[in-house]
């Protein structure tokens, strides 16, 4: 199981980014998937998450800002960040599949190896 994370990069704040996390050798589409993200000296922390459903998590800090969202068809779950803020400046990690408390790292079976989004201010 492989869960690739792409598209991060550098924006200016209030730029936009979109995140891909590809997932292969399993199927997904009945798991929820979750985003995380790492600053430097910080612990991981919970960004969003979507059900096999279509529910979604959001931390209070992005609510508004970014939107997480799924393609069953090509096992792919996307996180739309718009307004970014230079305290956005971390690396982000997909995770999946995702059961229970879907705000704990603990949830999650699988992580992608990190993509890194830096926002200048």
């Known amino acids: 199981v492989q869960l690739q994370a792409f598209g991060g990069g550098l924006v200016q704040a209030g730029g936009s980014l979109r995140l891909s996390c590809a997932a292969s050798g399993r199927t997904f589409s009945r798991y929820a998937m979750g985003w995380f993200r790492q600053a430097p000296g910080k612990e991981r922390e919970f960004v969003s998450a979507i059900t096999w459903r279509g529910n979604t998590y959001y931390a209070d800090f992005v609510k508004g800002r970014f939107t997480i969202s799924r393609d069953n068809a090509k096992n792919t779950v996307y996180l739309q960040m718009s307004s970014l803020k230079p305290e956005d400046t971390a690396v982000y990690y997909c995770?999946?599949?995702?059961?229970?408390?879907?705000?704990?790292?603990?949830?999650?079976?699988?992580w992608g190896q990190g993509t890194q989004v830096t926002v200048s201010s």
């Open positions: 995770a999946g599949p995702g059961a229970g408390n879907y705000y704990s790292q603990y949830a999650y079976d699988y």
